[in-house]
């Protein structure tokens, strides 16, 4: 069984954990989500599709990411999810933590925090083994085309995330 932190309105810890997608938080408890971009020298970023069996927004694209484990710092589980989800190795490359931004959902459990990174990483499609569980397929896109999929409303958390795509 996976288990998370939670964190109090001021992202620290409270020394409490949850299951995994157990939805018990009380309004100003949070749990911590991380969201990986990796961007390629040429300017184009690696996204992914969700496989249609999620319960939550299958077919949509969008960039690794997922919960950080109980006692688990938020850069490695963003370096953890890359991993899982693309192959991709990016604890040595260029870039980092760029913002957190947070999210409340009063009365559902589910009130969280999101750390925003962005490695920068020369890789080829070849590089990249997709984990079939969760990911549908990939594509390198450039932002323009990343905007496009938001814009058919079809690219998660574009909205919190559109400036981690820009130079």
């Known amino acids: 069984m996976e288990y998370w932190d939670i964190y109090d309105s001021n992202k620290q810890k409270t020394g409490r954990t949850m299951k995994r997608n157990d939805w018990i938080l009380k309004d100003g408890e949070y749990h911590l989500s991380v969201l ?3 961007k390629r020298p040429d300017g184009k970023f690696l996204i ?3 496989v249609m069996t999620k319960a939550w927004a299958p077919g ?3 960039v690794s990411g997922g919960g ?9 589980a963003v370096i953890r999810e ?14 980092g933590f760029v913002f957190s931004y947070h999210r ?7 009130n969280y925090f999101v750390d925003v990174y962005r490695f920068e990483m020369d890789f080829d499609e ?5 984990q079939t569980a969760e990911t549908l397929e990939f594509k390198i896109a450039d932002h323009n085309e990343i905007k496009k999929l938001a814009e058919q409303g079809i690219f998660l958390h574009y909205d919190s995330i ?4 820009e130079d």
């Open 36 to 38: 990986g971009v990796v």
């Open 48 to 50: 992914t599709r969700r």
């Open 60 to 62: 949509w694209w969008e």
């Open 68 to 76: 950080v484990m109980a006692g688990e710092e938020s850069r490695e």
């Open 82 to 95: 890359v991993k899982e989800e693309t192959g991709l190795d990016v604890s040595e490359c260029k870039g």
């Open 104 to 110: 409340e959902n009063p009365g559902e459990g589910d």
């Open 126 to 130: 070849s590089d990249v083994n997709i």
């Open 162 to 165: 559109k400036e981690v795509f």
